[in-house]
C-alpha cells in the first residue's frame, strides 16, 4: 500500500525540505536544569549543510524516555493521510541499529496542549524491512547516512480534522531485541512550546526537559481545496481558501474563486508546466469575503495549467485543463 504513496510525493517532499547530506559533529548541548541531559546519554549534536543545528533523541534511552511527538492544528477541513519523519540511520554514530519496527500514533489533543491517551485517532506499524525501503534521500536507499525522511502511508485509514483542530503525531519503536534503537532528529527551536515527551509516567514538554526542539516530523495532509500539503510545528490555519475552478476543463474560459477572512494582499497568477509565468490574474489588496476572477485562455494551446493564490506568506495551487 505504502510504494506508491511515497513514490508520488517524493518529488513534493524534496523541494519542501532541505537536502540533509553534509554533516558534521559539533559540541554538546548541556544539561537541562532538571539534570537530564539534552541528547540523552550520547551527547551528539549534528549539523545540516547549510550550518543548522539538529539533535538526535534516542529510544530507548537512560531515562526511559517514549512516545515522541508534535503537536499540529489542521489548517482547514482535511484528511491527514500520512506522516513524515527523520530518523538517524543505521551505522551512523550508533543511532539506529538493529531491526525496531515503527509504530506511528496520532492522537486528539488534551486541553493541557498534551497528547490524549484515551483519544488515539489512529496507529500504525511498519516492520523494519518496511520502512527501511521506502526513505527518502539523494538516491532513496536506506544509507550509512546520518538522517534520512522516513514515509508512513495512512491513506487506507485516514483521519478526519476540523479547521483549527490540534492533533499530535508521534512514535515509539517495537524492539525485537536489547540491541535495537531507534533515534529521531529534532532541531534548535529553543522557544517551541509544540513537542513533548511521555517521561516519568507523564508527558512532558521539550521546552521543559530540554530547553526547547521540534522534532522533525511533519503531517501529510489532504485539503479539498489544495490537494496535499505538508504541516510543520506552529503552522496555524490560513486566512484564505482556493475553490476549484470552474468549469475545469475549460475552453477558453473559467472562473477563479477564493475566499478572504480579513483584507489583506493577495496575489493570483497562472503558471504552464514548466512554472513559466503565463498570467498575472490579481496583485493588490482585497477586502474579507468570496472573490470572483476570470481566466480567458483564447491565445493558449491545450494542456496543464496551474493556478496559484498567495497571501500572508503562503501559497495554494490547484491545476487547470485547458481543452481545445
Given at each position: 500500500?505504502?510504494?506508491?504513496f511515497f513514490k508520488a510525493f517524493a518529488i513534493a517532499f524534496a523541494l519542501s525540505l532541505s537536502v540533509w547530506a ?303
Amino acid at each position: 500500500m505504502r510504494g506508491l504513496f511515497f513514490k508520488a510525493f517524493a518529488i513534493a517532499f524534496a523541494l519542501s525540505l532541505s537536502v540533509w547530506a553534509a554533516w558534521a559533529q559539533d559540541g554538546g548541548f548541556g544539561r537541562a536544569p532538571g539534570g537530564r541531559n539534552a541528547l540523552d546519554d550520547s551527547l551528539l549534536v549534528l549539523q545540516l549543510d547549510n550550518g543548522t543545528v539538529v539533535y538526535p533523541f534516542k529510544f530507548p534511552d537512560v531515562y526511559g524516555d517514549d512516545l515522541r511527538n508534535q503537536r499540529f492544528r489542521a489548517p482547514e477541513n482535511c484528511s491527514l493521510v500520512g506522516v513524515m519523519m527523520a530518523f538517524g540511520t543505521r551505522g551512523f554514530r550508533s543511532l539506529t541499529t538493529g531491526s525496531p519496527a515503527l509504530v506511528t500514533k496520532v492522537w486528539a489533543s488534551g486541553a493541557d496542549s498534551f497528547p490524549n491517551l484515551n483519544a488515539e485517532l489512529a496507529s500504525d506499524t511498519l516492520s523494519f524491512s518496511q520502512y527501511s525501503a521506502s526513505v527518502f534521500d539523494v538516491d532513496s536507499v536506506w544509507r550509512n547516512v546520518p538522517a534520512q525522511f522516513v514515509m508512513v502511508d495512512l491513506t487506507a485509514t485516514p483521519v478526519s480534522l476540523t479547521a483549527g483542530e490540534w492533533f499530535h503525531v508521534g512514535y515509539t519503536a517495537i524492539r525485537g531485541g536489547s540491541g535495537d534503537t531507534l533515534a529521531i532528529l529534532a532541531d534548535g527551536n529553543t522557544g517551541s512550546i509544540y513537542s513533548s515527551e511521555f517521561y516519568n509516567g507523564h508527558f512532558e514538554l521539550m521546552q521543559t526537559g530540554f530547553r526547547g526542539v521540534d522534532f522533525l516530523i511533519r503531517a501529510i495532509v489532504s485539503i479539498p481545496s489544495a490537494g496535499i500539503s505538508v504541516l510543520a510545528p506552529g503552522d496555524k490555519p490560513e486566512s484564505f481558501a482556493l475553490y476549484p475552478a470552474y468549469p475545469n476543463p475549460f475552453n477558453p474560459q473559467t472562473t477563479i474563486s477564493f475566499d478572504l477572512s480579513r483584507p489583506q494582499a493577495v496575489k493570483v497568477t497562472v503558471l504552464d508546466i514548466l512554472g513559466r509565468e503565463r498570467a498575472e490574474l490579481a496583485g493588490r489588496v482585497f477586502s474579507a469575503g468570496t472573490h470572483r476572477l476570470s481566466l480567458n485562455g483564447q491565445d493558449w494551446s491545450s494542456g496543464m495549467y496551474f493556478v496559484r493564490l498567495e497571501a500572508q506568506g503562503h501559497s495554494r495551487t490547484q491545476r487547470i485543463l485547458l481543452e481545445k
